[in-house]
């Protein structure tokens, strides 16, 4: 058994990884995340105003790789990159749509 078939079904690759870089004050941000969490989509995230010193120096040079402006949200779903809260774009790249 390969250590793709012995995962739970929760887990398989269907979902892409979906990842947000946020601020703790955006309300773009916060409605992007509330939009991902209402479709019961896994992601991760970064609020990136909450860190510190070199910690948040790496992830703003992480948020110009996809977002040279590094403006927010920026949310990568996959190897698609949206910046801004722009709900029909996101339900595109999660195949909701």
Known sequence: ????????????????????????????????????????????FVDVDLLEGDERKAIIEDVKKFNPRCSFPTVIIGDKVIVGYKEKEIKEALGLE
């Open 1 to 44: 058994m390969t250590d793709d078939e012995s995962k739970s079904p929760s887990e398989d690759k269907s979902q892409p990884d979906v990842k947000i870089y946020s601020l703790s004050t955006c309300s773009h941000c916060k409605s992007a995340k509330k939009f991902l969490g209402e479709c019961t989509i896994k992601y991760e």
